[in-house]
């Protein structure tokens, strides 16, 4: 039996809640892929413990300072109020530290991450592979296409794709 860490209990969980942020806020079956995938590739789904959660990522999605900051500097207020309507929280109020421990929260700014971005998410895995390198690993993250594969297959089989 697998341990999981970040406040979530399993992969079915994982994609129960990605599938509640998406339908609030927005989008096609990419952009759930999209955010299923992220938790893939950035702790195997909740599998992966983060050893320096100070100053690395933080949460099922691995957020950074920076990355919440831009949410809450730039997001779209009709978001911010969605969220509050249909999930209760108050994204301008939100602390790194508040992602550590709460899955559904660190999809929601997953998913308002996602939507600063103005290029649609892709249809197939191999571009949502290369929008998340570019766009939410970026240049100076250490991740690469390859992983995002690797860690989707190995999180969600090889039929997913």
């Known amino acids: 039996m697998s341990k ?34 992220t938790t893939c590739v ?33 997001g ?11 999930f209760g929280y108050d994204i301008k109020s939100v602390e790194l530290e508040d992602l550590a421990y709460d899955p559904l929260l660190s999809l929601i700014c997953c998913r308002l991450s996602y939507k600063r971005i103005p290029e649609s998410i892709p249809k197939d895995l191999n571009g949502r592979a290369k929008y998340w390198k570019e766009y939410y690993n970026t240049e100076a993250g250490g991740g690469t296409v390859q992983h995002y594969l690797e860690s989707v297959e190995e999180c969600l089989g090889k039929e997913w794709a």
Do not use: W
């Open 4 to 37: 999981f860490y970040y406040g979530v209990t399993s992969i079915p969980e994982v994609k129960v809640l990605a599938r509640r942020v998406r339908d609030a806020l927005g989008g096609s079956d990419a952009v759930l892929s999209q955010m299923i995938e």
């Open 42 to 74: 950035e702790t195997k789904c909740g599998m992966f413990p983060d050893s320096h959660p100070e100053k690395l990522g933080v949460g099922l999605c691995q957020h950074d300072q920076i990355g919440l900051d831009d949410i809450q500097l730039n």
């Open 76 to 86: 779209e207020q009709r978001h911010f109020d969605i969220v509050q309507n249909v």
